[in-house]
Structures are given as structure tokens and as C-alpha cells.
């Protein structure tokens, strides 16, 4: 059931629910996408409360002006964070790169991803930029075909460092001009 979520900025209150999604979605979500040993790790060592210092950190950082180019958007549903969209600018590319999108399962499939990616879109286009990007795992099937979806083209390959190993990822990006599917509705 398609839901209109209110799209704010995140705030330091926000942190501790935060980091619950983003731990509880991550290691769900990447599940079989990587040995299970770099997985196994994640579980042991990334708990909520370390991801909450992490985000409370990105916006501490964001509110003091130590990190201009940041913003973190938060999607609730009656009060409740049930997404996340963490993006940096890139102004000598005059694009904004997605590094987080994480959506409670409940909300998948729901338009949550969707609504997130257009408050992204609309805020940084009035900026002027471009283009928007966003890189996943390659082995993240669902996230691609979500990517691929709203009209990600594929941008090429890179490599993330988890644990010292490096994991395929791969890169969509969008062009800002014109009407984007991620904004309709």
C-alpha cells in the first residue's frame, strides 16, 4: 500500500533510530551478497549504537557547517523513521552521490525508496546540479532492479573495501535535467 511519507532533513534526536534501519537493513539486505565471513563480521561488530554515533556524527557535522556538501534525509511515517537517503555533493561535477538508501522492509516495495530518491532529486537540482549517482553491490540484485526501475542508467564498475577485501560494486547515475522518473509519482 503506496503511502506519502513526510521527507525531512535528519536531526540528532533521529540517531539512535537511525542506526537500528541502518544495521537492521544492511545486514539484511546484503545477507548472501558477500562471503559470509565479511558478512559475519558486520553482525559482530556493527551494532545500532555504533551506527547512531556514526550518524550523529554526519550531522553534527552537517548543523556546525564542518561538512557543507552533506545532507541526510530522513522518511517517517507518523513519527516513525522508516528510511534513510545520506548524499554528498560533488560540485566540480555539479552531481550529488547517494552513499546511503536504506528502507525498513515494511516500507519496500511501497514507494518509501521512491519518494526518498525525489526529495533527493528536488533539493539538489534547485541547486543546479546535473546528475546523481548512486553505487551498489553487484551481487544486490533488488536494488538494482530498483535503481533500474526509475531510470538509473549504468555508469560503471568500482570496488568497496569491506573488511579489507574488495566487493564489485556497480554505479547508476541519473541526469537532473529535465522531468525524472524518481519524481513522479
Known sequence: MF???????????????????????????????????LWEARRRDWTAEVSERGW????EAIADGSSPHDAVLVACDAGRIVGI?????????AAVSVSALYVLKAYQRNGAGRQLLGAVVSRFTALGLATMEIAVLKANLPARRFYESM??????????????EMLPEVVYRWSLSGKSRISEP
Not at 550523529?56 to 550531522?59: A, E, H, K, M, Y
Not at 545520506?86 to 561535477?93: A, D, G, I, L, P
Not at 531510470?151 to 579489507?164: C, H, K, P, V
Request: proline share 3%; aromatic share 6%; net charge negative.
Open 151 to 164: 531510470g538509473g542508467a549504468l555508469a560503471g564498475e568500482r570496488a568497496f573495501d569491506e573488511g579489507g
Open 56 to 59: 550523529r556524527r554526519t550531522i
Open 3 to 37: 503511502r506519502v511519507l513526510e521527507i525531512r532533513d535528519a536531526t540528532l534526536s533521529d540517531a539512535p533510530a537511525m542506526g537500528k534501519l541502518m544495521v537492521d537493513t544492511w545486514l539484511d539486505a546484503h545477507r548472501f551478497q558477500m562471503p559470509e565471513h
Open 85 to 93: 537517503a545520506s548524499c554528498t555533493v560533488f560540485r566540480e561535477r
